[in-house]
């Protein structure tokens, strides 16, 4: 199966070889100016980092009027994968675009398709060098050399919780999955739901999950699960999707656990009507936008005591990145390459940092930032004790359906599915993609 997508990859790469060929020449024939194609997820100027990107580019064109960037900006996640494997497919690559590397794309990287920035940080240390390591392993492959992708930004997921309603019932955030399960259940006792769950768009279960399983085992044991030498219905895995599917049963993710759309969960957290909220670092800005404002507090995800040596482990690392084509002109790559250093350079982080009062950065040039607000100081104690941080247990396997089968898996689990059942399915999809 591998061979198979290999050689399909290199016959697109030959493709867009070609009809790369015929663009850069039509493009160089324009007055002397370049033009180089981006294709992003910063569609609107509502985010911070959205907000800092688009005004980059125009001010990038601006000081470099022989460089055109002809942006294409798509917000839904699910139209723009779309559009990329289309640009792919028809060899009309963008020469700067926003991915989320993992081991989906290596594939694309091991076509050729792709720059290898490693020359380019050597060179240029003063900006290669700024990036904390571990963000760059989402652009980095076993087997292959070099780096194909820097981080625009990074996440780390854990517990929001309402300081008020956990002062009025005498409760403290907990620190242990036996203190969250005791915790959970005196607040159902008392009419309030625990934690809302909205599943419909099927990855809060899976960030669920990602918590749980890195705070019960090493990173080894997850990459086994993925590479097929562990059975998913290993007895760590299953006891940790039976507590995910008792807690729901005892009411803890509210009702309509999947039906309810991420957006609906995360107004009832804002409006006080759940006491805590499972979300990423990027939440502390509706939350400081919010009425909630300094009644939200944060912790890390509760860790399991008889196997603390995990306890810092986070369910976090790089989001979006930013790639070049491999598939230019000399005079595209050097403006691909102006351009990427002007959209990653110091500034522009401490720009989205001012914009977000605070948050989580991939470099280690951030300035220090005074103005952060409650939840922004909880979030940056909390994050100094990190050991180690991972991505959902499905971004490191090779089949590009993992990751979105056992989203579905879990998903259908709290439709009403067995353990057994659910872990057998994923099960499936491993031994396809390994065969």
Not at 212 to 239: C, H, N, Q, S
Not at 356 to 374: E, R
Request: aromatic residues 10%; contains cysteine; charged residues 30%.
């Amino acid at each position: 199966m591998k061979k198979k997508l290999l050689a399909s990859l290199l016959a697109v790469a030959t493709v867009a070889t070609l009809s790369g060929c015929g663009n850069k020449d039509k493009a160089s024939e324009n007055g002397g100016q370049v033009t180089i194609n981006v294709l992003s997820r910063y569609s609107s100027d509502q985010g911070p980092d959205d907000r800092v990107i688009n005004q980059r580019i125009e001010k990038f064109m601006e000081e470099n009027p022989d460089i055109k960037v002809v942006h294409e900006a798509i917000g839904d996640e699910s139209t723009y994968n779309n559009m990329f494997k289309t640009a792919i497919a028809t060899g009309d690559t963008p020469d700067v675009f926003v991915n989320y590397g993992g081991a989906q794309f290596q594939d694309y990287v091991e076509s050729g398709l792709f720059l290898d920035l490693q020359k380019v940080m050597d060179e240029d240390k003063e900006w290669g060098d700024k990036y904390i390591p571990t963000m760059l392993d989402a652009w980095r492959f076993e087997g292959t050399e070099g780096v194909y992708g820097v981080p625009m930004a990074c996440f780390a997921t854990g517990l929001y919780y309402n300081k008020e309603i956990f002062e009025k019932n005498g409760l403290t955030p907990p620190k242990t999955v036996k203190e969250y399960d005791d915790v959970s259940k005196s607040l159902k006792s008392k009419g309030i739901i625990p934690m809302a769950l909205g599943d419909k768009d099927n990855f809060k279960g899976a960030h669920l999950f990602a918590n749980l399983i890195l705070k019960r085992a090493d990173f080894k044991y997850t990459m086994d699960l993925v590479e097929g030498k562990t059975k998913w219905d290993d007895p760590i895995v299953k006891e940790i999707f039976e507590l995910m599917s008792d807690w729901q049963k005892k009411g803890y993710f509210g009702e309509n656990v999947t039906t309810m759309e991420g957006t609906a969960e995360q107004s009832m957290f804002l409006n006080g009507e759940t006491a805590m909220h499972l979300n990423g670092s990027w939440f502390m800005n509706q939350i400081n936008d919010s009425d909630l404002g300094e009644k939200a507090g944060f912790i890390p995800f509760p860790y399991y005591e008889d196997y603390s040596q995990f306890k810092d482990n986070w369910h976090a690392g790089s989001s979006e990145g930013i790639s070049l084509s491999a598939n230019n002109t000399k005079e595209e790559q050097e403006a691909s390459i102006k351009l990427l250093k002007y959209l990653t350079d110091d500034e522009a982080y401490n720009e989205i940092q001012e914009l977000a009062n605070g948050g989580i950065y991939p470099v280690t040039s951030m300035k220090q930032y005074d103005k952060l607000t409650p939840v922004g100081k909880d979030f940056k104690a909390a994050f100094v004790d990190v050991k180690d941080t991972k991505l959902e247990p499905g971004e490191y396997g090779r089949n590009p359906q993992l990751r979105e089968e056992i989203r579905d898996a879990i998903q259908g689990m709290f439709a009403g599915t067995s353990v057994e059942d659910t872990l057998n399915r994923i099960q499936k999809v491993v031994d396809s993609g390994n065969k």
